[in-house]
């Protein structure tokens, strides 16, 4: 009698998790069902300590064996690449004040995720943010 109960649970359980109205099937969730080319790639940046404009270098691949691929400098605290997907990405920003010298450095990886809904592949056209804010 204890495994008929067992089974039962066990069944019921599969028949729920299958049924179309279950939690991975919404039909209110927007579903991007096109894979990005390319995503977007934020910069969060902090003002510089001494007013100056922050360099910025961009990077395909490590900053520290990577190909160069932008270099500027900037006021902003946001700055945005448009960059093609499945590609290692990393960004430094170097601050000066007075005689001292502070480098971030960010990066990662830039994915075309996806997420399954109602039986569809849903690709996620999020950003990727890179930190290089000085920390208090």
């Not at 510089?48 to 990077?59: G, H, I, L, M, R």
């Not at 400098?73 to 920003?93: G, I, R």
């Not at 990066?107 to 399954?116: S, V």
């Amino acid at each position: 009698m204890k495994y008929a109960i067992v089974l039962f649970i066990v069944f019921s359980g599969l028949l729920i998790s299958c049924d179309k109205t279950s939690s991975s099937c919404d039909e209110d969730k927007v579903c991007y069902t096109a894979k990005p080319d390319s995503l977007y790639i934020e910069l969060q940046l902090s003002n510089s300590p001494s007013d100056e404009p922050v360099q910025v270098n961009f990077y395909i691949g490590n900053s520290d064996d990577g190909e160069l691929y932008y270099s500027f400098e900037t006021n902003n605290t946001t700055e945005y690449f448009l960059m093609p997907v499945n590609q290692k990405y990393s960004a430094e920003a170097v601050y000066q004040y007075a005689d001292i010298t502070t480098i971030a450095v960010d990066g990662d990886r830039l994915e075309a995720d996806y997420f399954m809904n109602c039986d569809q592949k849903c690709y996620k056209w999020d950003d990727l943010v890179f930190d290089l804010k000085l920390k208090d």
